[in-house]
């Protein structure tokens, strides 16, 4: 399965021409991706994913934790789905199918629930039964259908983007005393496309965690393009989950632009 529907929610709605197509294919592979790239690469990911608790994950059914989503600076203002700029919401996500809940617990829609069966999207308002139209035919569900599978990526992404159709293994970088391995990340092909994202995954190679992710949102808009800071992790029943994700937007010629926090408290894991 392609998985399309990506990290970074408001990083889709980047005010740029629509005709232009986000490209992040790095100069290592701009003539394809050699053996020893592409082996090289998946065996990052797999480390990746065992350090992030692949295994755990797997021998458990449920993510549940309360998130705090905070939307600020000019774009999130502007693209912020909920009714106000803080919202939080109870969260259960299935460790083995893309089926997960999002309650929100507080504000104006305080009681309403966003979620997805098998990436089927419905609502559910305070006290009614399942709402499940199109998503284009009921405004609501439009911030559903992106940001429900979004959010639950985010947590995800580390221990499930290896299923990747075309993985490389880019130069490792030094920043501000730091090494990092990268791994460009797409399918289809490697060149930019309107079908498929493109990622580039930095692992902080001390830690062996997650440190951040580059990435495209073809979903929602073709120059959509976004960076993903993932700054502090729960260390949970031997999985680590995300505990701060930081979202912006990458404005044309590369400017960045605040568009969210997520801000994970009290997870647990439960078979």
């Known amino acids: 399965m392609k998985w399309k529907y990506v990290v970074g929610a408001g990083a889709a709605l980047l005010v740029a021409p629509m005709f232009l197509l986000a490209d992040l294919t790095p100069p290592e592979v701009e003539d394809g991706i050699t053996a020893e790239r592409a082996k090289r690469g998946r065996a990052l990911l797999e480390a990746l994913a065992v350090r992030h ?34 919202q939080t919401m109870d969260v259960v996500l ?3 199918a893309w089926t997960a809940s999002f309650r929100l617990t507080d504000g104006p829609d305080a009681g309403t629930e966003w ?58 970088v030094t920043e501000e005393g730091r090494a990092f391995d990268r791994v460009f990340v797409t399918w289809g092909a490697v060149e930019a496309h309107a079908e498929d994202d493109q990622y580039i995954l930095w692992i902080d190679r001390a830690s062996g965690r ?4 580059e990435y495209t949102v073809r979903e929602m808009m073709r120059s959509a393009q976004g960076l993903a800071r993932y700054e502090e992790y ?32 009290s997870p647990r894991i439960v078979r």
């Open 234 to 265: 729960h260390e949970t029943n031997g999985a680590l989950v995300p505990a701060r994700v930081t979202l912006q937007a990458v404005l044309p010629g590369g400017p960045l632009a605040r568009l969210h926090e997520l801000d994970m408290n």
């Open 210 to 213: 997650l440190d951040r992710v």
């Open 94 to 96: 299935a460790t083995r």
């Open 115 to 172: 979620g997805m069966k098998d990436l089927e999207i419905y609502r559910r308002p305070p006290g009614g039964a399942i709402e499940s139209p199109p998503a284009e035919d009921l405004d609501p569900m439009m911030s559903a259908k992106f940001l429900v599978p979004t959010l639950r990526y985010v947590m995800v992404l580390p221990v499930e983007i290896g299923n990747a159709e075309l993985i490389a293994a880019l130069d490792p």
């Open 53 to 86: 608790g692949r295994d755990v994950l797997a021998e458990h059914q449920r993510l549940e934790l309360t998130l705090v989503d905070t939307w600020g600076g000019v774009m999130g203002s502007m693209f912020n789905p909920f009714a106000e700029s803080t």
